[in-house]
């Protein structure tokens, strides 16, 4: 079965600097996909970045960026200028045929 | 920007009993999901559904789970005689045909079994 690792249950970052959230993954296929989600206070979970395994380019979404290593099947999350409205819950998932696996997520802070 | 709608965002139901958690998925969307969260544990998938068919569920979809679409809207979860265990808040997501499409999510329905 896929598991999905975030090692970090708590980050904190001022507002305007950049933090890092770790995200790992274990799988033997090598067609599949990877997302972060974020989860606010509201609840709902909404979609930050996707990436696609067969493309070895990393995912850019405004601020949000990724650093996709397939080999060391690693996927961090990149925040920069960080707002208050960044703090949040945030998933790291696997996803293959429509089976998503989410990590246990990472509860980030923002300092003022 | 079209939604996932859940309802209701929270269910009371004594152990045993059955509870039917609904939700409509985004309207042009195809493949839809269930997902659970229990508090303070991460988000675990349950179910895929395509075509009026399970596509993929996790090894907790048991017996005890089942889904359905009724009609051309809503997309229901069916818990068969709860038990405390299944207090959580339950996810429905919806996306494109696609796989790896993203997957956009309700606010969730927070079952509360007593």
């Known amino acids: 079965a896929q598991t999905v690792t975030q090692s970090q249950p708590e980050m904190s970052v001022q507002e305007a600097e950049t933090v890092t959230l770790s995200c790992t993954y274990d799988?033997?296929?090598?067609?599949?996909?990877l997302f972060w989600y974020k989860q606010p206070p509201s609840r709902q979970m909404i979609l930050v970045i996707r990436?696609?395994?067969?493309?070895?380019q990393n995912a850019t979404e405004n601020r949000f960026s990724v650093n996709f290593q397939k080999a060391a099947k690693s996927f961090s999350l990149k925040i920069s200028d960080s707002q208050l409205g960044d703090a949040a819950m945030y998933f790291c998932?696997?996803?293959?045929?429509?089976?998503?696996?989410f990590g246990a997520g990472t509860r980030l802070t923002v300092k003022p | 920007e079209p939604e996932v709608t859940q309802t209701p965002s929270h269910q009371v139901t004594q152990m045993g009993q059955e509870v039917i958690l609904r939700c409509v998925p985004i309207?042009?969307?195809?493949?839809f999901y269930w997902y659970r969260q229990i508090l303070g544990q991460k988000v675990e998938f349950l179910v895929s559904?395509?075509?009026?068919?399970?596509?993929?569920k996790s090894e907790i979809f048991d017996d005890q789970f089942s889904v359905e679409r009724p009609d051309g809207s809503n997309f229901t979860l069916k818990i068969r005689s709860t038990k405390l265990e299944d207090s959580a808040m339950y996810f429905c997501?919806?996306?494109?045909?696609?796989?790896?499409?993203?997957?956009?999510f309700g606010d969730g329905t927070r079952l509360s079994i007593l």
């Open positions: 997501a919806s996306s494109e045909t696609l796989v790896g499409q993203p997957q956009h």
């Open positions: 799988t033997s296929e090598s067609d599949y996909y």
């Open positions: 990436q696609e395994a067969y493309k070895q």
């Open positions: 998932a696997y996803e293959r045929r429509n089976d998503m696996r």
């Open positions: 309207s042009n969307h195809l493949y």
């Open positions: 559904f395509y075509n009026n068919e399970i596509s993929e």
